[in-house]
């Protein structure tokens, strides 16, 4: 199993806080990113990371912001949870950008927030 | 813009049965590959199978198999004789050779496998 770590794996937050959602990795792969699974959408890209410090938007960014200061580490804020946050987010790495490299998901953070 | 369509919801059968899971992606890409993904109740994603655009042999894993046709834009995952471990869900994606080459996922299926 890739060595894929989340951390909260399940977090329960008042609106309007703000949230960080840690993904840790000790593959040593230059790429990382974060889904949300939600019904009915299956998995959708809020942000990647192709280095330190090197990240930038996917499909549902708004309301997120991401930060890569060492490349085992990828965290996602949530700067003022809301409701339409609640989802499961998942972590993905992969080990180049290539079409035929898979990505490896962590084990998924679910985030309730009420 | 790249798609990928899981049309089926939720399936259920009961041990032994076949069953086929469908996926239609949609791409512009010349160039691209198409995976599957098995998300079983625990919740984590397993990676099952990759396939290029350029190879449409049918691939046969054990109990799975895919069908890729390229004619019809799809890779059907079919599990022969159906088990209660095979219950979770399944999702299919989509990477391209344009852009971030991001991987596009379906809305995925939920198998059921009764006893």
């Known amino acids: 199993d890739a060595g894929i770590t989340q951390s909260p794996r399940h977090k329960v937050t008042e609106t309007g806080t703000p949230v960080t959602l840690r993904c840790h990795q000790t593959?040593?792969?230059?790429?990382m990113y974060w889904y949300r699974q939600d019904p009915g959408h299956g998995l959708r890209l809020i942000h990647y990371?192709?280095?330190?410090?090197?990240?930038d938007k996917g499909e549902v960014s708004d309301g997120y912001s991401v930060s890569r200061s060492k490349t085992e580490d990828f965290l996602l804020t949530l700067e003022s949870a809301t409701s339409s946050q609640t989802s499961v987010y998942f972590c993905?790495?992969?080990?180049?950008?290539?079409?035929?490299?898979?990505?490896?998901f962590g084990q998924g953070t679910r985030l309730t927030v009420v | 813009a790249q798609k990928v369509t899981q049309a089926q919801t939720e399936i259920s059968v009961v041990e032994k049965e076949d069953v086929t899971l469908d996926c239609v992606y949609e791409t512009r890409d010349t160039t691209y590959y198409l995976f599957w993904y098995k998300q079983p109740p625990s919740g984590e994603l397993v990676f099952l199978i990759r396939?290029?655009?350029?190879?449409?042999q049918n691939e046969i894993s054990g109990r799975y198999s895919w069908n890729f046709q390229k004619s019809t834009s799809s890779f059907n995952f079919t599990i022969t004789a159906s088990q209660v471990v095979d219950s979770a869900v399944y999702f299919c994606a989509l990477r391209g050779n344009t852009g971030f080459q991001k991987l596009v996922f379906g809305t995925g299926t939920r198998l059921l496998v009764s006893p």
């Open positions: 993905a790495i992969s080990e180049s950008q290539g079409m035929n490299t898979e990505a490896f």
């Open positions: 593959e040593n792969h230059r790429y």
């Open positions: 396939r290029n655009s350029f190879d449409e």
């Open positions: 990371s192709y280095g330190v410090k090197d990240t």
